[in-house]
């Protein structure tokens, strides 16, 4: 069965240093997201992605972060300088259709900053 | 923030039937109920949605009330591997492209 795919699983970085976290959707799908949750807390939307434009974000994905579709295969994250409140678990997920398919995950990145 | 009210916490003996409730009492015409998992460290899987009919898959059933106020999410015969937290989640399908997660329900399975 096709899955979503994240690499690396554990990031560490110092605070200030950017990170790039990378996201292998499912193939045949067209809607891409981002979702973060920090230990313990809810899982939180970050930013959705289609047609290479982003198409909703929340107050977090604010101008530290960047989403990027490079070669029609990877999806990435870019944090350009970590601050110790980006420490989380960073999800990825795809769907076929924006609004009424389900969305994959993939397994996560754990970034921790230090 | 979630639409959906969901008890903090459930217990389920191994191979009987868990029955996850959820009530969404704002719901209106437009919005689906969908059901994901969250095993420990792993990432959100989808389980079920439905918009007012019951639903079934391999997974599980999803029972919707009539006024669609409330569902019930069934776990026919819960093994270990159940252990989980359970968001119930409301989308509007003609608006909303994020998913917004609550609390969910901690399900833990005993042995």
């Known amino acids: 069965e096709p899955e979503v795919t994240q690499t690396p699983s554990h990031q560490v970085t110092q605070m200030g240093q950017e990170v790039i976290l990378r996201c292998v959707p499912i193939?045949?799908?067209?809607?891409f997201y981002w979702y973060r949750q920090i230990l313990g807390q809810k899982v939180e939307f970050l930013v959705s992605?289609?047609?290479?434009?982003?198409?909703?974000k929340s107050e977090i994905f604010d101008d530290q972060f960047s989403v990027e579709r490079p070669d029609g295969s990877n999806f990435t994250l870019k944090i350009r300088s970590t601050k110790l409140e980006d420490s989380a678990m960073y999800f990825c997920?795809?769907?076929?259709?924006?609004?009424?398919?389900?969305?994959?995950f993939g397994p996560g990145t754990r970034l921790t900053v230090t | 923030d979630a639409k959906t009210t969901q008890p903090p916490s459930m217990d389920c003996a191994e191979g009987r039937a868990a029955n996850l409730p959820c009530n969404h009492s704002?719901?209106?015409?437009?919005?689906?109920v969908y059901w994901y998992r969250q095993i420990h460290s792993q990432g959100p899987q989808y389980i079920i949605h439905?918009?007012?009919n019951n639903e079934t898959n391999e997974m599980a059933s999803l029972i919707i009330t009539e006024d669609r106020k409330s569902s019930t999410l069934i776990l026919p015969h819960a093994t270990l591997r159940d252990t989980a937290v359970y968001y119930c989640?409301?989308?509007?399908?003609?608006?909303?492209?994020?998913?917004?997660f609550g609390k969910g329900t901690r399900l833990h399975i005993l042995p």
């Open positions: 997920a795809s769907s076929v259709d924006g609004v009424s398919y389900e969305q994959y």
């Open positions: 193939s045949n799908h067209l809607y």
């Open positions: 992605f289609y047609n290479n434009e982003i198409s909703e």
């Open positions: 704002t719901i209106s015409g437009n919005e689906y």
């Open positions: 439905g918009l007012k």
């Open positions: 989640i409301v989308r509007d399908s003609n608006r909303d492209d994020k998913i917004i």
